[in-house]
């Protein structure tokens, strides 16, 4: 059987409201390690879920949000709040196929808000199924729109393997995209994150070596030169000839730092130059 280390079961309080957590634990400076084909916290129940001082969540999965199950008596976990701070999270999946498509954080209900800030995110597949850091599951049973707020701050994440991304859904999911809502606002990373993703305000920062940050303009102006932006958000560059040359017909390119050199740029390259006060 699939260990859970800890898990948040049984029967709730019929007479609490249907929207108010029953549950209430912090995990603090610990370690829950759920081995290759467990969760580390698995829920069934409304509950507010604290993680922090540098505690460790280790499996297949480490939170896992259930939905409602009859034969269990359990209420299901909308209404639920998570906060992980300065912690860890390490998932590793050997599974294959589609029928094993999983996540680090796993939501079979909505209406849920789950903040991550000052932590590490390690998610690794060695099989060819679909893994995910945040994955919206085809078990999914809401039968109205819930909102599932997801904040990842001042985080470091690192994917390895080729069937990984930062979110993920079912082959069945019934989560509609509005109902996604996943905003990164800092952090490093050794993929590109989906400009989806990236928080109003923020941009991705291409570092030239294979990894990439998520900043604001007060900090991309310390170590990059421009940013492009068109329809689905800003990238920075290092350079004022890499972000030229990365930009698409109707962007903006827009200096962060006063540079030096000559750049060209195309006739048939129909792009606005914003020099932003610098030379």
Same mark, same amino acid.
């Given at each position: 059987?699939?260990?859970?280390? !800890?898990?948040?079961?049984?029967?709730? $309080?019929?007479?609490?409201?249907?929207?108010?957590?029953? #549950?209430?634990?912090? #995990? @603090?400076?610990?370690?829950?390690?759920?081995?290759?084909?467990?969760?580390?916290?698995?829920?069934?129940?409304? =509950?507010?879920?604290?993680?922090?001082?540098?505690? %460790?969540?280790?499996?297949?999965?480490?939170?896992?949000?259930?939905?409602?199950?009859?034969?269990?008596?359990?209420?299901?976990?909308?209404? &639920?709040?998570?906060?992980?701070?300065?912690?860890?999270?390490?998932?590793?999946?050997?599974?294959?196929?589609?029928?094993?498509?999983?996540?680090? #954080?796993?939501?079979?209900?909505?209406?849920?808000?789950?903040?991550? %800030? *000052?932590?590490?995110?390690?998610?690794?597949?060695?099989?060819?199924? *679909?893994? &995910?850091?945040?994955?919206?599951?085809?078990?999914?049973?809401?039968?109205?729109? &819930?909102? #599932? *707020?997801?904040?990842?701050?001042? +985080?470091?994440?690192?994917? +390895?393997?080729?069937?990984?991304?930062?979110?993920?859904?079912?082959? !069945?999911?019934?989560?509609?995209?509005? $109902?996604?809502?996943?905003?990164?606002?800092?952090? @490093?990373?050794?993929?590109?994150?989906?400009?989806?993703?990236?928080?109003?305000?923020?941009? !991705?920062?291409?570092?030239?070596?294979?990894?990439?940050?998520?900043?604001? *303009?007060?900090?991309?102006?310390?170590?990059? =030169?421009?940013?492009?932006?068109?329809?689905?958000?800003?990238?920075?560059?290092?350079?004022?000839?890499?972000?030229?040359?990365?930009?698409?017909?109707? $962007?903006?390119?827009? !200096?962060?730092? $006063?540079?030096?050199?000559?750049?060209?740029?195309?006739?048939?390259?129909?792009? %606005?130059?914003?020099?932003?006060?610098?030379?």
């Amino acid at each position: 059987a699939n260990a859970a280390p !800890l898990m948040l079961d049984g029967k709730p $309080d019929t007479s609490a409201s249907a929207n108010v957590p029953t #549950i209430d634990i912090t #995990i @603090s400076g610990s370690t829950l390690n759920a081995k290759s084909n467990g969760y580390a916290v698995m829920a069934y129940n409304p =509950a507010n879920i604290t993680i922090e001082n540098g505690s %460790t969540l280790t499996g297949w999965n480490a939170i896992y949000m259930r939905k409602v199950y009859s034969a269990r008596g359990n209420r299901g976990t909308e209404y &639920s709040t998570i906060v992980i701070k300065d912690s860890a999270i390490s998932t590793k999946s050997a599974h294959n196929g589609d029928s094993s498509k999983f996540g680090a #954080i796993v939501f079979e209900c909505g209406n849920i808000t789950f903040d991550m %800030t *000052d932590s590490t995110v390690t998610a690794e597949a060695t099989g060819t199924a *679909d893994q &995910s850091v945040i994955y919206y599951s085809g078990y999914y049973a809401g039968t109205h729109p &819930s909102t #599932i *707020d997801v904040n990842i701050e001042r +985080t470091d994440v690192t994917l +390895t393997g080729e069937a990984m991304s930062l979110v993920g859904t079912g082959a !069945l999911s019934d989560f509609p995209a509005e $109902d996604r809502n996943v905003e990164v606002k800092g952090g @490093s990373f050794n993929f590109a994150v989906d400009l989806e993703y990236v928080a109003d305000g923020y941009m !991705l920062a291409q570092n030239g070596d294979g990894t990439y940050g998520v900043l604001n *303009d007060e900090e991309a102006a310390e170590n990059f =030169a421009a940013k492009v932006t068109g329809e689905e958000g800003s990238v920075a560059y290092k350079t004022l000839a890499a972000a030229v040359t990365a930009a698409e017909a109707g $962007d903006t390119v827009k !200096l962060l730092a $006063d540079v030096s050199g000559n750049i060209t740029i195309n006739a048939n390259q129909s792009v %606005t130059l914003d020099v932003n006060g610098k030379t």
